[in-house]
């Protein structure tokens, strides 16, 4: 409910207008769970822009996953990820106690719902792509039959980097790749794989 | 609001706005009936959206000059980021980029106020002298001069140079003729974008020899010979909007469609040096919104000035 009215009353106008996008192959959102996408991260603008491009009615469904020790680091803020955001908590220190630490993520698939992922793990230098994570390729081993989709972002970086307070308008690129199966890529290894599918798109959104 | 709505469509801007908008029904019945299998989706994009422009421009620009200030301000903004999100920055250009954005709001406020002496000296003295003096207290010596340049082109292309439509629009009415700021803006605006129209045109039907090849392969001699005579010849059709005599809005046509045309391939030579087709996606079948404001960057400054050494 908080997510609805915050995403139509402050991010959609803020997206769209302030910052504007430019979303290239937009046939590729995919409109329906269970979904993967996989994005290149360097801003939490992000996360925003992202969220933004699904039509408000399924917007519940779009779950980002995010660092438990950034975004729950207060009540403020894990009341604000939570509620206005519907993030996937994820221990970025695992604690084998604790099951396994996709396990959040495993039910937020079953449950039919579209999951962010950005396996660079954190933000990084600005527009700079850092090596990806290999959580991605347990996730994908784990539901062979979910589309993954590779998202390239540009811009994001420039209008609010890691680290800055002051907020600089730019258009930001969204290049939109066709959904991979983890099946069809058997051959070595996926995140990797993927990595190379986004920095090749990320080269295509800068003409 | 309707008041002003009714009063715009009565009297002289009312015909003129009338033959608009029958221009634009025969454009869309002649791609989207006549010709629906020849024409390309991207020509019907373009004719769909230049409803969209007309309609916006209509509300925004021409209804109330409180509004207009906000409509043009807008159209500067959104110009200016596709123009910064296009060319190369370093991070520490968005210091300077942000002050650039600030300056919008003063830039249209000065225009609003009827400043004429700060509207005039804010971007050519004040910024061209404060933007280096920030970059300076950043420290970030390398790639100084560039980047500052680029800041500073981007500020007089898309702020100074389109902000002299708004400072027209509070012009007050020329003595018998009665025609003022809501007059001329509407004259230059429909003559830019119709000598965009009419150069396309001319240069599809009879366009043979290539008249800038290096900078902009579409564009013909025979274009723009086309669309000159033919803007002239309007600019003195439509003069009953102006005080103009006959050969005052002959020379005001030939103005617009010279100007219009550099202003269009100078834009094009800034996408050709970074390398994109179209600057954005903003405008369906157009591209982005410097695509379609390029001729007035060059239009609106000259129209002014002209205007302003004749009557003000």
């Known amino acids: 409910m908080f997510k609805k009215i915050f995403f139509l009353l402050f991010v959609r106008p803020f997206v769209l207008l302030v910052c504007g996008v430019y979303v290239r192959n937009k046939e590729y959102l995919p409109l329906q769970g269970p979904c993967i996408i996989v994005a290149n991260h360097n801003s939490h603008l992000d996360t925003l822009v992202l969220l933004s491009l699904f039509p408000l009615k399924i917007v519940n469904k779009v779950r980002p996953v995010a660092a438990v020790d950034y975004f729950m680091q207060n009540p403020w803020m894990r009341w604000f990820s939570q509620n206005c955001i519907g993030i996937i908590p994820l221990d970025r220190k695992p604690d084998k106690k604790n099951g396994h630490p996709l396990q959040k993520v495993y039910d937020a698939l079953h449950n039919n719902e579209i999951v962010i992922i950005f396996p660079e793990g954190s933000r990084g230098e600005a527009e700079e792509l850092q090596p990806f994570k290999n959580g991605i390729s347990h996730l994908a081993k784990e539901f062979p039959h979910v589309p993954v989709v590779p998202v390239a972002l540009h811009g994001a970086g420039k209008s609010l980097p890691k680290g800055e307070a002051l907020f600089v308008p730019f258009v930001i690129d969204v290049l939109f790749g066709a959904p991979v199966f983890y099946d069809a890529e058997k051959k070595g290894d996926f995140s990797a794989y993927l990595q190379e599918q986004i920095k090749i798109q990320i080269q295509r959104a800068l003409r | ?312």
């Open chain 2, 1 to 312: 609001m309707l008041e002003a709505l009714f009063g715009l469509f009565s009297g002289k801007t009312g015909i003129f706005l009338g033959v608009i908008f029958a221009l634009l029904s025969f454009a869309s019945v002649a791609v989207h009936v006549i010709l629906r299998h020849k024409s390309s989706k991207e020509l019907k994009d373009r004719v769909n959206s230049w409803w969209i422009i007309v309609l916006a421009f209509v509300m925004g620009a021409m209804l109330n000059t409180t509004v207009a200030m906000f409509f043009f301000g807008l159209i500067s903004y959104l110009a200016l980021k596709e123009y910064f999100s296009l060319i190369p920055t370093r991070l520490t250009d968005r210091r300077i980029i942000f002050y650039a954005y600030i300056a919008i709001v003063f830039q249209y406020y000065f225009a609003a106020i009827e400043w004429y002496g700060m509207f005039i000296i804010w971007i050519p003295v004040f910024l061209f002298l404060f933007l280096p003096f920030r970059q300076v207290l950043i420290g970030d010596t390398q790639g100084f001069l560039e980047n500052t340049s680029r800041v500073q082109w981007g500020l007089m292309m898309f702020v100074f140079g389109l902000s002299h439509l708004a400072y027209m629009i509070t012009l007050t009415p020329v003595k018998e003729s009665g025609a003022g700021g809501v007059e001329f803006v509407l004259y230059l605006i429909v003559l830019t974008q119709l000598n965009d129209v009419l150069q396309y045109l001319w240069g599809k039907s009879i366009g043979k020899r290539k008249i800038i090849p290096k900078v902009s392969p579409n564009k013909t001699v025979e274009g723009f010979v086309g669309a000159f005579a033919t803007i002239s010849l309007l600019a003195i059709a439509f003069s009953s909007l102006t005080p103009f005599t006959w050969y005052e809005a002959l020379f005001a046509g030939m103005l617009i469609s010279g100007a219009g045309f550099v202003g269009d391939v100078v834009i094009s030579m800034v996408k050709r040096d970074i390398g994109v087709k179209d600057s954005g996606n903003l405008l369906p079948g157009h591209g982005g919104i410097l695509d379609r404001i390029d001729s007035l960057t060059y239009t609106a400054p000259l129209f002014f000035h002209y205007l302003n050494y004749l009557y003000y």
